[in-house]
């Protein structure tokens, strides 16, 4: 079991990176093919298309501070 719960582990380790390249894959192919993308830059919510011309669309409240391996929350 443990050799199994350590590979997990690892496996899971690659989430992250795995995400970012997926999303980062998306934006390029949808700008390459004309479309126009919503991302968020800061606490600014912007489009931009495929001339590069970026529109800003809204704002977010700054995100709350995350430490990893803690979820920041109590079961009462």
């Known amino acids: 079991m443990r050799k199994f719960k350590k590979t ?6 690659l989430i992250p990176a795995l995400a970012k ?3 980062q894959e998306a ?7 004309g479309e126009t ?8 919510i912007v489009e931009v298309n495929a001339k590069g011309v970026i529109k800003v ?6 995100g709350k501070k995350v430490t990893p391996g803690r ?6």
Do not use: C, H
Not at 57 to 62: A, E, F, H, L, R
């Open 57 to 62: 669309v809204g704002y977010v409240k700054p």
């Open 71 to 76: 979820s920041g929350f109590r079961i009462r």
């Open 21 to 23: 390249d997926a999303f």
């Open 8 to 13: 997990l582990e690892q496996k899971e380790e």
């Open 27 to 33: 934006y390029k192919k949808a700008i390459a093919s």
């Open 37 to 44: 993308v919503t991302v968020v830059r800061g606490t600014t």
